[in-house]
């Protein structure tokens, strides 16, 4: 009974939990390096990973509403690209910080 009340406490706490939403409006999702796996479960399109800046950059000319999953230990890498945390939340139990990219909005 008390896993009844810890466990949905618990999950508004976690990352995928609290950004699902807004990563559910974007029409194009991509990860850089990693991202939490917990994505695939409630998204109904295919995450692409990317292992370079180059080949996310290629991606983001393409598609530059897309949002990017990743950790910010990655984050440094991805400075010169022009993008905005949107969002940033540890990961509950692991060491991973998850953090949602968008491309900086240009006045």
Do not use: C, W
């Amino acid at each position: 009974m008390l896993l009844h009340y810890i466990y949905p406490t618990l999950y508004k706490q976690n990352p995928v939990a609290k950004t699902i939403e807004m990563v559910m409006q974007s029409a194009v999702v991509l990860s850089y390096q990693a991202y939490n796996p917990g994505y695939n479960f409630y998204l109904n399109k295919n995450v692409k990973k990317y292992y370079s800046v180059d080949s996310i950059n290629a991606q983001l000319q393409q598609n530059p509403g897309a949002i990017i999953i990743s950790r910010k230990e990655f984050l440094d890498s991805l400075r010169s690209l022009d993008l905005d945390v949107i969002a940033e939340h540890h990961d509950l139990f692991k060491l991973p910080t998850t953090i949602i990219l968008k491309r900086h909005a240009k006045p």
